[in-house]
């Protein structure tokens, strides 16, 4: 996990509080992702950056929203949380996207477990 | 739509023995793939890569995968099963867009 760090790596918060989780590079890797792990369900892409105040929205957006005002940092804020948001969040980082030999190599944090009660 | 779909959830070898875990990807065009590797609470790490170069790609920690176009596969395979490959493994495709698929997973088990 060199290069990233996530935290907290554990939390537990109540159902309607607001949770920020943050990641942190030093690699200056351009793009940045938050993916959720489930059982049964791999990796799901909930939003990435792609650049310093540039981000998107993945296929589990709502109910989650992220900033990114530094190339190191990328925060994940969930604005009131949910059961449903009880999961393993990971942080990504890539150094490029498109077609070359290395595109789209995601490199992994540690990942943050986060329990709603 | 892409998807990846790995056909077994869990896949249990005896140490010594070979692995194949395997790998069916649907796409319009030829993607690049991806083989990723987590062992019990740890984050993801990549095992190999395909792009678009040589058809079997071998990876780190002895694994390999081969690329059939014609069977829209991308099995990865290792001749001798260590006690140390017991992880989940996750195979994915890049789409036209160079968003990332993920596969569901699968569970290697290794009996001693």
């Known amino acids: 996990d060199a290069g990233i760090t996530q935290s907290p790596r554990h939390k537990v918060t109540e159902t309607g509080t607001p949770v920020t989780l943050r990641c942190h590079q030093t690699?200056?890797?351009?793009?940045m992702y938050w993916y959720r792990q489930d059982p049964g369900h791999g990796l799901r892409l909930i939003h990435y950056?792609?650049?310093?105040?540039?981000?998107d929205k993945g296929e589990v957006s709502d109910g989650y929203s992220v900033s990114r005002s530094k190339t190191e940092d990328f925060l994940l804020t969930l604005e009131s949380a949910t059961s449903s948001q009880t999961s393993v969040y990971f942080c990504?980082?890539?150094?490029?996207?498109?077609?070359?030999?290395?595109?789209?190599?995601?490199?992994f944090g540690a990942g943050s477990r986060l329990t709603v009660l | 739509a892409q998807s990846v779909t790995q056909l077994d959830s869990h896949v249990s070898v005896s140490e010594g023995t070979p692995v194949l875990l395997r790998c069916n990807y649907s796409?319009?065009?030829?993607?690049?793939l991806f083989w990723y590797v987590q062992h019990p609470n740890k984050g993801l790490q990549l095992l190999l890569k395909y792009t678009s170069a040589a058809t079997l790609v071998k990876g780190i920690n002895g694994f390999e995968a081969e690329f059939k176009k014609s069977e829209t596969s991308f099995h990865l395979t290792k001749p001798s099963a260590h006690m140390s490959d017991a992880a989940e493994y996750f195979c994915v495709a890049s789409d036209s867009n160079y968003q990332l698929i993920w596969g569901a997973g699968t569970k290697l088990i290794i009996k001693p």
């Open positions: 950056s792609y650049g310093v105040k540039d981000t």
């Open positions: 690699e200056n890797h351009r793009y």
């Open positions: 796409s319009s065009y030829s993607p690049s």
């Open positions: 990504a980082i890539s150094e490029s996207r498109g077609r070359g030999s290395g595109a789209n190599v995601l490199t």
